[in-house]
């Protein structure tokens, strides 16, 4: 029996049960004793409707822990190895993965079904097949997962700040590192400073943004994205954030943009406030029906403007997991400072209401076994 946090409908609120039963790995995937979650805004958005996906299922999807039991076929990974949760698969031999783009890879396409790789359920709760989102489910304090999407890490790496890679920081700094091509001494702009965005501050530091200009509506997260590397901070509401970007930058507009929130008004922002020739990266999840208002002749033509959409940070996990764990050894990556509250499991519901609430970069959950 394992103990997971349970979304039985859309809109309402988690449900801990402590009597999840949970089957042995079947080929090619491993049993995964979670240690922490971190408690990311995809969650809330299976949970409100915005990302669809069927239920009952467990959410969390940014996760590491520690390997239990491996199923048949199984050779990249044994008991006791650490990893962090991928919750996009990594087959690396399918078209995607062969061109470099992993973060599409083609067996992907199954983890909005809440099953494994096969389409079925290792959980059930009364009888009853429960799924796991992107076939992590890290809100429970176990979890089967494909073999593809674990990625090994040193042992010696705190498994907590290592959870936080699993999502946040590998879509907001891989937003900046590998989507985006900037370039030192480069102006930047994020809307948004939620942990994704402060993800993307700190990525824009590392690849050498000398003016990266913070855009928020809640003065709490301008704050943090101080601390994360912003230079300049606009609080959105108060005036015209594309008039305060161009006033930062000459009239210009920033070299590159990011939207980190996933909404119409705010993606046509960030695309206005690109400078000519410029890059606007959409990194936030917008609800399926969001469509966009663009002049076509000025934003691709006339002032050729590049729009790009950021999957996963565009991440290669096998290579960019190691390369920001190293990252964080150099001391250029903040780790411990996204976490802004420790919870358990039972904290879930309270964590998105934070979330909401524009106080917290992370809740991480830590599990009891
Ligand atoms: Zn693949
Ligand atoms: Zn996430």
Known sequence: MITAAVLKAVDDD?????????????????????????????????????????????????????????????TTLKPGDHVVLSFIPSCGACYCCERGQSYLCEKSAMIAAGGMLDGTTRLSLAGEPLRQMTMCGTFGNYAIVPEISLVKIDDDIDLRLAALIGCGVLTGVGAALNTASIRPGDSVAVVGCGGVGLNVIQGAKIAGATRIIAIDMFESKLKMAEQFGATDLIQAGEGDPVGAVMALTEGRGADVSFEVIGLGPTIEQA????????????????????????????????????????????????????????????????????????????????????MQGGEVARSLITHTH
């Not at 069927?54 to 996760?63: A, D, Q, R």
């Not at 690109?274 to 917008?286: D, H, K, N, S």
């Not at 390369?323 to 998105?352: C, H, P, T, W």
Request: glycine share 12%.
């Open 14 to 74: 988690l449900v801990v049960h402590h009597d999840i039963e949970i089957a042995a790995p079947g080929p090619g995937e491993a049993k995964v004793k979670i240690v922490a979650s971190g408690v990311c805004h995809s969650d809330m958005s299976v949970q409100n409707g915005t990302m669809p996906l069927p239920t009952p299922i467990v959410l969390g999807h940014e996760g590491a822990g520690i390997i239990e039991e491996v199923g048949e076929g199984v």
């Open 271 to 354: 695309i206005n406030m690109t400078r000519t020739g410029g890059e606007a990266i959409l990194v936030g999840v917008p609800r399926m029906d969001v469509m966009l208002n663009l002049n076509a002749a000025f934003t691709f033509l006339y002032l050729s403007k590049t729009v790009k959409g950021c999957w996963y940070g565009s991440s290669n996990v096998r290579e960019d997991v190691p390369k920001l764990i190293g990252l964080y050894r150099e001391g250029k990556l903040m780790l411990e400072e996204l976490i802004s509250k420790e919870i358990g499991v039972d904290g879930v519901n309270q964590a998105f209401l934070d």
